[in-house]
């Protein structure tokens, strides 16, 4: 019961941030297409909702497309579960692919909060060769 409970949850998770990129897809186009500048923010007043929440989604689906998105959706915890949207928006602040795919890869083998992922990314900045987490629990010279 457990693991059909845990695989429920893996899957809203992932059609949770499937739906995220789809309407960060048409916020994307809304901002940067024929409209008005201002759609956006017209927009999220009329839902009640944060016209900067939207801005960020739209950044983090513009950042991170299609094929790279199905290759971090399929990267899971040891639950099954898929990173979390703001682990995606997090990475989505990354200039290159093969940099956000690496430390995606990272967060799930180790168990990453987003906190962790944002201090590490602080610390290395966007350019980065990325270090293993020892596999003691013990901490690295720089502190993760």
Do not use: C
Request: net charge positive; hydrophobic share 40%.
């Amino acid at each position: 019961m457990a693991n059909r409970i845990a695989s429920l949850l893996g899957d809203a998770r992932r059609a949770h941030i499937q739906a995220r990129f789809a309407a960060g897809d048409a916020l994307h186009s809304i901002r940067y297409g024929a409209m008005a500048p201002d759609t956006v923010r017209q927009l999220a007043k009329r839902l009640d909702l944060d016209g900067s929440g939207l801005l960020r989604i739209a950044r983090t689906a513009a950042a991170i497309r299609p094929a790279e998105r199905d290759e971090l959706l399929e990267l899971t915890d040891a639950r099954g579960w898929p990173l979390t949207w703001s682990h995606f928006e997090l990475l989505g602040s990354l200039q290159k692919s093969e940099t956000r795919i690496r430390l995606a890869r990272m967060v799930v083998k180790d168990g990453l909060s987003v906190e962790h992922l944002r201090r590490f990314i602080r610390q290395r900045g966007n350019d980065f060769q990325i270090d293993p987490l020892p596999m003691d629990g013990s901490r690295r010279e720089d502190g993760f």
